[in-house]
């Protein structure tokens, strides 16, 4: 796997237009070596050309309320001018009457005093009215307004959003699908989430892991910094160097295996074109090198809680005690009590029950 790769992704915040069912209409294959704004995939748009539907039809009521607001405002607010020219009209002609009736009664002026008084208190009461209708009418506008440009900016920010349901390499190289939940591979008719649409990645190959796992008897042995020697198993006879990166702190149990293994992650320090993501690998950790040692088979080894012995072919057979040191799976060192050159049996011999065990000197 890549050490480092980059997200190919749909449109982000579809959420937000309450799309939450996205499919993948087309996809190229998986390997293809695209460059940058290169094809990828196409998503289904039925959901979102309901959601563009859906708003069309909220940015036409908002159209139609917007000019109801601004007809019914135009009209309100002409009454009320009207209205206002119509009370000054009767403030000037009651005004003209009272300057007419000061050769008339005491009365009959005090009633026309009385009536521009009254028609004067009537033309500002309508002038005050008309003050709070107009700021009535523009805070209706201003909420209209509002209405009709938040519709459009939706409908507009739908019909961008469309170009991105069409898919393209964001920068070159080799497409990756993403895996779904389950671990599967994704493929034309797969949905992707809504909150993280990944399709796909472009591993960067300049920089390659490999990930294994150890049983956990051996994971002891395996530590950060320790060389390794990876193989791919389609191609055995190439080899790359790298090194131990991670240990796992904690096991897990594999599909169809009891036993528990414990996660390794290994940088490849080498670059080859061969290697691919997702191909096989075999990963020889060298947990100890020595320059010098005497080894024999692990199986030429046997023992019980206090000692360690060999069975050496020496014209007869001795039961010699050994010192041991390291071991793999195949070999074991051997400290004391073998010279190089001597023959040691595999298999203990019919009389091993009765032979002495000959002690280390």
Do not use: C
């Not at 109801?68 to 009767?90: C, F, G, M, P, Y």
């Not at 000061?102 to 009215?129: C, D, F, G, H, M």
């Not at 900016?153 to 390499?169: C, H, K």
């Not at 904690?250 to 528990?260: A, F, Q």
Request: charged residues 30%; proline residues 3%; aromatic residues 4%.
């Amino acid at each position: 796997m890549a050490e480092k790769a980059e997200k190919i992704k749909g449109p982000d915040g579809l959420q937000r237009y309450r799309i939450y069912d996205i499919k993948i209409e087309d996809i190229i294959a998986e390997g293809t070596m695209v460059k940058e704004g290169d094809y990828i995939a196409a998503l289904d748009q039925s959901e979102l050309n309901n959601r563009m539907n859906d708003t069309q039809l909220d940015l036409d009521k908002a159209e139609g309320q917007h000019l109801q607001v601004k007809l019914d405002t135009a009209l309100s607010l002409r009454d009320a001018r009207e209205n206002i020219r119509n009370l000054i009209d009767n403030y000037e002609q009651n005004k003209l009457i009272l300057e007419q009736s000061k050769y008339e009664p005491p009365a009959t002026i005090k009633q026309a005093e009385l009536s521009l008084n009254k028609s004067q208190r009537a033309v500002e009461e309508a002038k005050e009215n008309y003050k709070i209708k107009k700021n009535q009418a523009i805070a209706r506008m201003q909420e209209a307004n509002s209405n009709l440009q938040k519709s459009r900016n939706q409908l507009q920010s739908l019909v961008e959003m469309q170009n991105l349901f069409t898919i393209n390499a964001p920068a070159s190289g080799m497409f990756i699908y993403e895996r779904e939940w389950g671990g599967t591979k994704i493929k034309a008719g797969s949905q992707i989430s809504t909150w993280d649409p990944v399709v796909g990645t472009l591993p960067d190959l300049r920089s390659m892991q490999s990930k294994t796992f150890i049983n956990e008897v051996d994971i002891s042995k395996v530590r950060v910094g320790q060389p390794v020697s990876i193989s791919l198993d389609a191609y055995p006879q190439g080899q790359l160097k790298g090194e131990v990166l991670e240990v796992a702190n904690m096991g897990e149990k594999r599909k169809n295996d009891d036993s528990k293994v414990f996660e390794v992650i290994i940088k490849i320090t080498e670059s080859d074109s061969t290697y691919r993501p997702g191909m096989t690998t075999s990963n020889q950790i060298v947990t100890t090198a020595l320059d010098s040692a005497l080894l024999i088979p692990i199986e030429a080894v046997f023992g019980d809680d206090n000692h360690r012995w060999v069975y050496v072919k020496d014209g007869g057979i001795d039961k010699r005690e050994v010192e041991v040191g390291t071991a793999n799976d195949i070999e074991i060192v051997v400290l004391k009590g073998l010279q190089e050159g001597e023959v040691v049996l595999l298999n203990e011999p019919a009389d091993a029950k009765d032979m002495k065990l000959i002690p280390l000197k």
